[in-house]
């Protein structure tokens, strides 16, 4: 089978992780695979081998917000190439513009949209808003809805005839594989970054950032390494760095390097993150962006997040100084393990992908 994929690349990698994941298992199974991303997303395809479907970049002013611009000269020759190739399966995952445009030129049924719960449920966006993304998002044939907690997914009534399947969140390959050692460093990631991200989002990163730097000066002992992906974010906080007991890193980080070692991690809530934290049972602090559309979002992961793991996952308010971040994490590392066992969706996606082709 031909199975092809378009992850939206920006502003973390959320979108382009679970993807990968899909294609890189579906290709052991001897599947043909190819895939297409941007800005952030495209060294992402690069390090695990995926072959892409069309090289050429768009230009910057035809991405949006919500994705590149579906009429724009990149996304014409995709679709066409589509259409010609004549894939078995197009998964799209943060794109619903282009999703919609390439149901009007290809069958729906062969289009699945990999969706984040809040693409479908967010009471913090307007009504017109939430009408938009169920309109462009449901045009595809079926959809994979994954996040922290499928129990806790909301699907909408109203699904355009799209055949909708709900999971914990498909964790990439290379966290199964992660295995754990001795914890040795508190770990920050403060997620992809922030290209095509709103003035909050950076802002916010940056404070982020500087709160963990305050607590390092209060936990001498111990070894910092914060995580930007963003060579922007990492010099920034490189200039506010004050103690030596911090690293900053701005390239691409393999999940195993930044994982392995960690004895705590600090990062923004986003599903991905999460979910990766909880299936290696590590412990965390956890922080939502603050003055943007995704803050309710990642305040409904923390809350779930913390109910299935108690003690050992704890929120840091964005009013908390670097010295209550401190007390938090020395609190956290120490807590007791409730047992809880985070099951990804992994399986339940590729059963649903194989279903949809036939096998």
């Known amino acids: ?63 949006m917000a919500i994705g590149i611009n579906p009429i724009c000269e990149v996304a014409g020759e995709i679709i066409s190439k589509i259409c010609l190739d004549k894939p078995d399966l197009v998964i799209v995952d943060g794109e619903p513009l282009f999703i919609s445009t390439l149901a009007m030129v290809y069958p729906r049924r062969k289009i699945i949209s990999l969706l984040n719960p809040a693409d479908l449920y967010n009471p913090a966006l307007p009504t017109s808003t939430i009408k938009f993304y169920h309109s462009h998002y449901l045009a595809a044939g079926s959809a994979i809805v994954h996040g922290v907690d499928k129990d806790s997914i909301i699907l909408p ?35 992809g970054g922030s290209s095509n991200s709103s003035d909050n989002f950076w802002d916010s990163t940056i404070v982020m950032g500087r709160r963990i730097l305050e607590a390092a000066t209060f936990l001498e002992s111990e070894r910092f390494v914060i995580y930007c992906n963003d060579p922007r974010v990492a010099d920034k906080l490189t200039a506010y760095k004050n103690s030596d007991n911090v690293r900053v890193v701005s390239d691409y980080t393999l999940p195993n390097e930044m994982y392995s070692t960690a004895k705590i991690v600090i990062c923004r809530a986003g599903r991905n993150t999460i979910s990766e934290i909880l299936y290696l049972n590590l412990p965390a602090i956890l922080m939502s962006s603050y003055g943007d559309f995704r803050s309710s979002e990642q305040e409904k992961n ?58």
């Open 1 to 63: 089978m031909r199975i092809y994929g378009f992850f939206r690349g920006f502003p973390g990698l959320g979108r382009v992780m679970s993807g990968i994941s899909i294609l890189s298992m579906l290709k052991d199974m001897g599947h043909e695979i190819k895939a297409y991303s941007y800005l952030q997303g495209v060294q992402a395809l690069k390090e695990h081998s995926i072959e892409f479907l069309l090289e050429k970049q768009p230009p910057k002013h035809q991405v």
């Open 302 to 359: 923390i809350d779930q997040a913390c109910a299935l793991r108690g003690g050992k996952l704890l929120k840091s308010e964005n009013r908390e100084s670097g010295k209550d971040l401190a007390k938090k994490i020395k609190t956290a590392i120490v807590a007791e393990d409730n047992g809880f066992v985070f099951v990804p969706g992994n399986k339940d996606a590729i059963e649903f992908v194989l279903h949809k082709v036939g096998r």
């Open 157 to 191: 009534d109203e699904n355009n005839q799209c055949e909708s399947v709900k999971t914990n969140t498909i964790l990439r390959r290379d966290i199964i594989d992660t295995r754990l050692s001795e914890g040795k460093e508190i770990v920050s990631i403060l997620g």
